[in-house]
């Protein structure tokens, strides 16, 4: 039934005599007791009035006083749900009381735990699509959190009833800084957190991403506590494991100004005296926004509308590389002394060791996504016009670049060989010498060999580290001098092991084409220099070469791969025989034959011009096979019957 008439205006006129005397609680109790819905309501109207809300056991009190099916009532005639005619014009006002009264109840812990309250969430989710409930958001948003955080099941009905839809829907008109919108952004924590991420994710990207881009918002214009937990939020979302949807939502969202906020918001942690934990939280959540919108976000906009203080747009990309330098440092001291520690003393914590790991990961990475955009402006002449970096900027970067490299090195050089911090550590160097090649040359040229033999935790081989120096040493055998260099620390031998492997991986489908190329490149950038650089010729790692290289072509036409196989092929050939060959215990004649076809896949390539789109660069291949080919043909008569057939 809906509610009996009763007007809001004259509910303290009937709980009290007609002298001046204030009502006390009993006068309270009394008219919630009453045996009709115009006392309930009266007595309600007075308890709004004198009682102290935050006053747990007083507040229990009345809830134990009020009927919880008049409650119900109340909020659905407020809602326009009542069965009877009803006074329209009261209607807000009981929504307002019935909010109002169920709010101050939730704060009472037992009470928000009950059943009775987790079933009013549907009804308060239903009032704020409405819109009907601008007067009193807050309440409302207040009554969802304490329930929601009360009761084990709260969140889970918050969820199914819509809670994804209407606060993504409601955050991007809540006020700044408001406490409207910190209760928003608790609930919102409270879903990640306690929900299945795999179906949350899949299930709301586009609502993920309108809060993020609120929450941003919040992290950017803030300057109180509420700036940190928007920006622990923003990292939980983010950092998810199945963010891959909401990654997807955030780039096509329309304008950037998320990513703006992002920037701004973690400038200013970066530049302003911050915990240290904050800082390294500011560095995952950068991390993270670059693997979405690219590096190019490191450099921006930095000024929020009607901003009083203007920062150049390169402050982000300069403050992100300074921390990321210092916490390398910081964290490279701390995981030699444990791993030092754990020498002496087995009970060393483990847990903080794979931690610090982990936060040596981001800080590498940032360095890595820097260190790829400085090769972007390098390359592109589009972006040098518009000197989106000036000179200064840009040889900060690199000094800032080779410290940080110089440090990284220091530690590889009083390290052990195993380790994924080891691991990292030459994947950061790799990456940086492959820009410059001839930064810190003494140290590279003392340590090579040593980051070619280094192994990740949980393998048995350096493989990985070869990969991650692939560019570096294909750079680096451009000039003879490296290569003189090269010879003395197993560079070679470690290639072409690494690209015997690679092409493996190809076989069963794990293609790494990339890697695949520069392995190739490096190892004949080495062998044209044969003449000036003194190394064996009849390694034994050279035959297994032969063998494996013409499995690289089996399955692809494309000219580029046939060319660079076969070119390695032909100059290794020159320094043996057809005899030798077949006298090695793991080359047989099939190897032969298998090596005779790809030879002749090439030659005919360079004799019909069938070039590819990078036709120089074939062409000087096919000089190379045809050249070398003239000069052993004798030498290898099943090749040369092959060819010639």
């Known amino acids: 039934m809906e509610i009996e008439e009763a007007s809001t205006s004259s509910g303290p006129s009937s709980s009290s005599s007609s002298s001046s005397s204030s009502p006390s609680l009993e006068d309270c109790m009394k008219l919630l007791r009453g045996e009709n819905d115009s006392q309930r309501l009266a007595g309600l109207l007075l308890v709004t009035k004198f009682c102290d809300k935050d006053n747990h056991q007083t507040v229990h009190k009345v809830y134990d006083a009020v009927s919880p099916s008049f409650l119900h009532r109340l909020l659905l005639t407020g809602m326009g749900k009542g069965n009877g005619e009803g006074d329209n014009a009261n209607r807000e006002a009981y929504l307002q009381l019935a909010v109002t009264v169920l709010a101050a109840f939730a704060r009472v812990p037992a009470i928000a735990a009950s059943e009775e309250m987790v079933s009013k969430v549907p009804l308060f989710l239903e009032v704020m699509s409405n819109g009907s409930c601008s007067s009193f958001i807050e309440e409302c948003y207040e009554f969802l959190f304490l329930v929601s955080s009360a009761h084990e099941g709260g969140v889970v009905e918050l969820y199914e009833s819509g809670g994804m839809n209407v606060v993504a829907s409601q955050m991007p008109t809540l006020l700044d800084g408001s406490h409207t919108m910190e209760l928003a952004m608790k609930l919102v924590q ?128 300069l403050l992100v590389l300074e921390s990321s330098r210092v916490e390398i440092a910081v964290l490279l001291n701390e995981l030699a002394y444990l791993k030092y520690e754990a020498s002496k003393n087995s009970s060393s914590d483990a847990e903080a060791f794979l931690l610090k790991q982990r936060n040596l990961g981001v800080a590498f990475s940032l ?162 220099k044969r003449e000036q650089i003194h190394f064996s010729s009849d390694d034994p790692s050279f035959v297994k070469l032969l063998q494996a290289l013409p499995h690289l072509t089996e399955k692809k036409s494309d000219p580029s791969s046939i060319m660079m196989a076969s070119s390695i092929c032909a100059l290794i050939l020159d320094s043996t025989s057809e005899e030798a060959l077949l006298r090695h215990p793991d080359f047989d004649i099939d190897s032969l034959i298998s090596l005779s076809q790809l030879m002749k896949k090439s030659l005919d390539i360079c004799s019909r011009g069938m070039m590819s789109d990078d036709a120089s660069t074939e062409a000087d291949l096919c000089q190379i096979v045809t050249s070398e080919y003239s000069s052993w043909a004798d030498r290898f008569p099943h090749i040369k019957e092959v060819i010639e057939r």
């Not at 949350?200 to 309108?210: F, G, I, Q, V």
């Not at 955030?250 to 400038?267: A, E, F, K, N």
């Not at 410059?436 to 060999?449: D, F, R, T």
């Open 190 to 317: 409270l879903m990640i957190s306690n929900l299945p991420g795999e179906k949350l994710y899949a299930d709301h990207p586009s609502e993920l991403s309108k809060m993020v881009a609120a929450i941003a918002k919040q992290f950017a214009v803030l300057h109180n506590a509420l700036k940190f937990e928007a920006l622990h939020l923003l990292s939980a979302i983010l950092c998810s494991n199945y963010s891959g949807f909401l990654n997807v939502a955030l780039q096509s969202m329309v304008g950037d100004d998320w990513s703006t906020h992002m920037r701004i918001g973690i400038v200013a942690v970066l530049q302003n005296r911050v915990a240290p934990a904050e800082k390294l939280q500011a560095l995952v959540l950068a991390e993270h926004v670059i693997s979405i919108v690219g590096e190019e976000w490191l450099i921006g906009p930095m000024n929020l509308p009607n901003a009083q203080d203007s920062f150049p747009a390169d402050r982000c990309v």
């Open 367 to 528: 360095v890595e996504k820097i260190i790829k955009l400085i090769s972007k402006f390098e390359e592109s002449e589009e972006l040098n016009s518009n000197s989106i970096i000036s000179e200064s900027t840009f040889m900060k970067i690199i000094s800032g670049l080779n410290e940080t490299i110089g440090v990284v090195l220091d530690y590889l050089q009083d390290a052990k060989k195993k380790g994924d911090d080891l691991l990292a550590s030459v994947r950061v160097v790799g990456s940086y010498l492959a820009e410059a090649p001839v930064a810190c040359k003494e140290k590279i040229k003392e340590l090579l060999g040593y980051m070619l033999s280094v192994e990740g935790e949980d393998e048995h081989s350096p493989f990985y580290s070869i990969c991650f120096l692939l560019p570096m040493l294909c750079q680096m055998t451009m000039r003879t001098e490296a290569c003189k260099d090269l010879a003395s620390s197993g560079a070679l031998r470690a290639v072409v092991g690494c690209l015997i492997r690679l092409i493996e991986s190809n076989s069963n489908g794990a293609e790494d084409g990339g890697a695949i190329f520069l392995a190739c490149d490096t190892i004949l950038n080495f062998i044209m």
